[in-house]
């Protein structure tokens, strides 16, 4: 058995354990555009890995357009892809703009406006 030049073995069955998201993207089309070498199995996704059902909060605050959505979408990306963790991102600003426009005075974000801060508290409770 000479193991010079044998190829590696490469699995045709589906991947165990595998999210659907996960499923979804190994079947992309574009897939190898993006990794022309894909791994042949994932990490696994079922009930007995990941976050087994522990529930985990993220509140990402800063000053505005520093990045805060952006880390927060490819945080959730890498958490469902890699943990099988279900996560969801919400951002408040898009609620007070649905509710309030999206024009708003600096004296609406003033912490001193109890008008402001009842309507920005009101943003916080729809998300």
Known sequence: MSLEGDPLPVHEAEPSGTTK???????????LEYNPQPQQT????DA??????????VAMVGLP????TYIAHKLQR??????????KV???????RARYGAQMRAEW??????????????CAKDA
Do not use: M
């Not at 998201?21 to 897939?31: A, D, G, P, R």
């Not at 007995?48 to 909060?57: P, S």
């Open 78 to 87: 890498y958490l469902e892809f890699f943990h099988g963790a279900p996560t």
């Open 21 to 31: 998201k996960q499923k979804q993207l190994l079947s992309s089309s574009n897939l």
């Open 65 to 68: 357009a520093r990045g805060k």
């Open 90 to 96: 919400f951002n408040v600003g898009n609620y007070r």
């Open 42 to 45: 994932l990490p696994p996704g």
């Open 109 to 122: 974000f003033d912490p001193e406006n109890p008008e402001g801060l009842a309507a920005r508290e009101l």
């Open 48 to 57: 007995d890995h990941g976050t087994q059902g522990d529930k985990l909060v």
